[in-house]
């Protein structure tokens, strides 16, 4: 696969036009095989976000998506999928060529970007609101998108996870500000015109870019977006909530992850193996649900570990356009040096390197590392405390049940969990006693799109997903009419 054609510059989206900064500023933004820098990206502000807002507020409340029919805006959502997929070989070269996501693997989620849409769609024509009867009163609840959304998105998989904020808010009636990741923006320089050719209207789609703590941090602390839906890291999620405080905003934040794989002996231990090794290593890593703790009963542990380590010895790392490769570059210098601390951190507690840990042979540039396997693990240990966020997985064995449901507990964070066992009692026993918003058994990461996505602990706050992103983009208000004569006590009479 080629490059794509690249922008030299990349500027905000307001109210249906491109713009610059207001005052002017740029950043560059660099992809991650060479480093090289590719665009000068505009660099919003505090007045950008004012902007957008008030295009957004006024889309809001004199344009006519919020009161358009269910069934138009579905189709309006619709026509946003059959864009992204006419465009879907572009959006898989800009996602490897931005983040060095794999190109099979970049192709999947723009396929998943454009279902997304296409699910949200449907949800929204099949939206009912509840009804209560009485001899005396009929109470019916009315529907009401809650007003402009500001949606910040990560740099894994930027453009699957914007279409995952994107398409509910939008399908509620919402008008949204986005903030994308500032590593990763190219992707979302499509969006403008995928969302003008489908005919969504001027002002309810706008483009924020810039840097978190200056343009993520203006719409977090702006008074007319009442809702933020976040997907990062957990220390920037507590950040925006004290700041989110001041307006009581609405909060659905996807967070942090350090999530248990637990293996019994009496697994089918090829597919264990394969699961495991996919759910830490596809998407370079870089992955909130990765499985990033391997837990072995200890009567296979050593085959495990031995397995593990041949396996992941194999694994093609390289060009993340090269349809073999099944590990590319990580996203950023200074991420990949953050990775590479925690493997000399690894080393210096005393976990035993399997396999990995360095930059591949051949590999003489750019953001590169080894499918890297530690065994011998232990909890007191940050490299099985803390997320790593790259193609990093611990090993640590368990003696029994109980031993492997608190070594899986043993962390603060509890977004997922990934359970095998062919004994189904202790499958139910682990999966209610697990600390996770997700768990899997005998599986890996697949989702049924109408399903709650969320954690527990320090992975979050909020679900999303389904009814449930429904419910967070809007609001619910009972009206009471009374059916006869209401008796009321006639205080002062």
Request: charged share 20%; hydrophobic share 45%; proline share 6%.
């Amino acid at each position: 696969m080629s490059n794509p054609v690249l922008p030299e510059k990349i500027l905000h989206y307001i109210g249906g036009k491109h713009l610059p900064s207001v005052d002017g500023a740029t950043f560059e933004v660099a992809e991650p095989v060479t480093n090289r820098v590719y665009a000068q990206v505009a660099a919003g502000g505090p007045e950008d976000v004012d902007r957008a807002v008030e295009a957004a507020t006024a889309a809001f409340e004199t344009g006519p998506w919020p009161a358009m029919a269910a069934r138009a805006r579905a189709r309006v959502l619709n026509r946003i999928a059959d864009a992204i997929e006419a465009r879907g070989e572009q959006i898989a070269a800009m996602e490897t060529f931005d983040t060095g996501l794999p190109v099979t693997q970049a192709r999947g989620q723009a396929a998943r970007a454009a279902e997304n849409f296409r699910f949200f769609a449907d949800m929204a024509v099949t939206l009912h609101e509840d009804a209560f009867s009485s001899p005396a009163q009929l109470g019916y609840v009315l529907r009401k998108p809650r007003g402009v959304a500001g949606l910040i998105t990560p740099w894994n998989t930027p453009f699957m996870l914007e279409s995952w904020k994107l398409a509910p808010a939008l399908a509620a009636g919402c008008t949204v500000v986005l903030k994308p990741a500032e590593w990763t923006p190219l992707s979302a320089s499509l969006l403008p015109e995928i969302m003008a050719e489908a005919g969504v209207p001027d002002g309810v789609f706008n483009i924020v870019h810039g840097i978190g703590e200056v343009a993520g941090a203006a719409l977090v602390m702006h008074p007319g977006a009442p809702l933020i839906s976040f997907t990062g890291e957990t220390t920037t999620g507590q950040t925006i909530m004290r700041s989110a405080a001041t307006s009581l905003k609405g909060l659905s934040m996807e967070l942090g992850g350090k999530s248990p794989c637990v293996i019994f002996a009496d697994a089918d231990l090829d597919l264990a193996v394969d699961s495991a090794l996919f759910g830490v290593f596809s998407l370079n890593g870089e992955r909130c649900t990765a499985g990033s703790r391997i837990l072995a009963e200890r009567t296979v542990y050593d085959s495990l570990v031995s397995r593990l380590g041949e396996r992941a010895e194999r694994i093609k790392v390289g060009d993340p356009s090269d349809p073999a490769t099944e590990i590319g570059a990580l996203v950023h210098p200074e991420h990949y040096d953050r990775v590479l601390s925690y493997v000399r951190l690894g080393v210096r507690e005393g976990a035993r390197l399997v396999t990995g840990g360095s930059r591949p042979a051949g590999l003489g540039a750019g953001n590169y590392l080894a499918a890297t396997v530690f065994a011998d693990v232990t909890p007191s240990m940050r490299i099985f405390q803390e997320e790593i966020f790259g193609p990093v997985v611990c090993v640590t064995p368990f003696d029994d049940e109980a031993e492997a449901v608190a070594l899986a507990n043993d962390t603060r964070y509890g977004l997922a969990a990934y359970l095998w066992t062919c004994d189904l009692r202790r499958a139910h026993r682990v999966a209610a006693a697990v600390e996770a918003g997700m768990t899997w058994v005998n599986s890996h990461n697949v989702r049924d799109l109408r399903t709650p996505f969320g954690g527990v602990k320090a992975s979050g706050l909020g679900r999303e997903g389904g009814q449930h992103s429904i419910d967070f983009y809007t609001e619910s208000r009972i009206v009471h009419v009374a059916l006869g004569d209401t008796h009321v006590p006639r205080f002062g009479a």
